[in-house]
Every structure is written in structure tokens, then in C-alpha cells.
């Protein structure tokens, strides 16, 4: 008899040297993501967005760039729920349908972004 164990692989994708937010949504300005203080490989940032997408952009070594994107490759906003996400070549976009201030939170230890609207802001 022969036993074989099989363990499920989790897809981590590499932190990259800078996470950034982009987009119309932000006027196409680029804005760069902190490191939160609990956890090195997640990254957050607090910013007035308008009607638009939203798209995150990643600059890693030797300056290649990729975008983290919603693996359903959809872009509906999942309001506060943590989505499934993978480092893509091509440009995925969020979209954004209501303007104010959202929490975007990057988590590469268990490749996930969670967005959160106005609607879902920290009190």
C-alpha cells in the first residue's frame, strides 16, 4: 500500500517594492499604499475616491509593472469583503460607483483586497 498526502498549495503572490492605487477614480493621480504597523505584508490607505474605476498597480523589481486584480477578473465592488486577487500583466479595474472616502486594504499573506465605501467607514 502506498499513501500519498496531498496538501493544498496557497497561492501567495511576492510583496512588491511599491503597491499604488490608481485610476479615474482618483483623477489618474497615482497614490502610494503604507505598510500597516500589525503586518508587513498588508498594505492600506485612506482616499477620496470619485465615480470611476480603480485600479492597483504594483512596481516590482527592476521596475516591471503588474496590476493586482479581482480573480473573478469582474471589478464589482464586494463592499467590505475581502476578494480574491492575483497579479496580473493586464488591467483590471474596480468600479467605483459612489464618491467619498474609502479604506483600501492590500493583504498579500492570504492574496486579498478588501475595499470598503463610505458606507462601511471605521467609527
Not at 490608481?22 to 492600506?44: C, M, P, Q, R, V
Not at 521596475?63 to 475581502?82: M, V
Request: glycine share 4%; aromatic share 6%.
Amino acid at each position: 500500500t502506498i499513501t500519498i498526502n496531498v496538501a493544498a498549495v496557497k497561492e501567495e503572490i511576492p510583496v512588491p517594492e511599491k503597491v499604488t492605487l490608481s485610476g479615474s477614480a482618483l483623477n489618474d493621480a497615482i497614490i502610494e499604499l503604507s505598510k500597516t504597523i500589525e503586518n508587513e505584508n498588508k498594505y492600506a490607505a485612506l482616499v477620496n475616491l470619485k465615480a470611476g474605476e480603480l485600479v492597483i498597480p504594483l512596481v516590482t523589481a527592476g521596475d516591471k509593472q503588474y496590476y493586482l486584480s479581482p480573480k473573478d477578473r469582474e471589478g464589482t465592488l464586494q463592499d467590505g469583503e475581502a476578494e480574491a486577487v492575483e497579479q496580473q500583466a493586464e488591467r483590471v479595474a474596480w468600479n467605483i460607483t459612489t464618491a467619498g472616502e474609502y479604506r483600501v486594504v492590500v493583504d498579500f499573506e492570504n492574496s486579498k483586497v478588501t475595499i470598503y465605501s463610505p458606507a462601511k467607514a471605521l467609527e
